[in-house]
């Protein structure tokens, strides 16, 4: 079957320039192309990201997909690498909703030890102006995606305005 491009795009809910990028990638093969130099793809590809779609959705990155879909084209191998995968994805989310949670208690105690008052006397701001007044070393990176734009377990970050580095963590 020769699936145009944009019909792809609509049946995969999967925007044309990130079809390209994961064709590029190597995530799906690349499509043949028509002598006017267009791509037909087949049904296979639609599957195939949905497949990559659903995964993205539930925050596996681009190498986990990539083991996973190898792993797919071989059914009658065991599961047990492809567990150990969602396995270690698992552990990576409840440590994210760990650190959400400690993050959440910060902010949840900035608002509640605020008198609602005036500027001069927001603890709100207080809080944001002096890291030492916080309940944690440091916060979680902000996520985009999926993706934390700081990867954990990076070294701590030194600033001449921030005072000595911190280490990742909990409650000092």
């Not at 002598?35 to 596996?60: K, P, Q, T």
């Not at 150990?84 to 208690?105: F, M």
């Not at 309940?135 to 902000?142: M, T, W």
């Amino acid at each position: 079957m020769n699936i145009p491009i944009g019909e792809l795009s609509r049946r995969s809910r999967i925007k044309i320039p990130t079809i390209r990028y994961y064709e590029s990638i190597g995530l799906i093969p690349r499509a043949p192309r028509s002598e006017g130099n267009r791509r037909f793809y087949d049904l296979a590809a639609v599957e195939r990201l949905s497949f990559i779609r659903h995964a993205r959705e539930l925050g596996f990155d681009i190498e986990a997909i990539r083991d996973l879909l190898t792993l797919s084209e071989a059914p009658q191998s065991s599961c047990a690498e492809a567990d150990g995968i969602v396995l270690r994805h698992l552990a990576n989310v409840e440590q994210r909703i760990a650190q959400l949670e400690l993050l959440r208690a910060e902010l949840a105690r900035m608002v509640h030890e605020c008198a609602h008052d005036r500027m001069a006397t927001c603890r709100a701001i207080s809080i944001l102006a002096n890291h030492d007044e916080c309940l944690a070393d440091s916060h979680p990176a902000p996520v985009a995606h999926g993706h934390e734009l700081m990867s954990a377990g990076a070294a701590p970050q030194r600033s001449a305005r921030s005072g000595p580095a911190r280490l990742q963590g909990g409650p000092r």
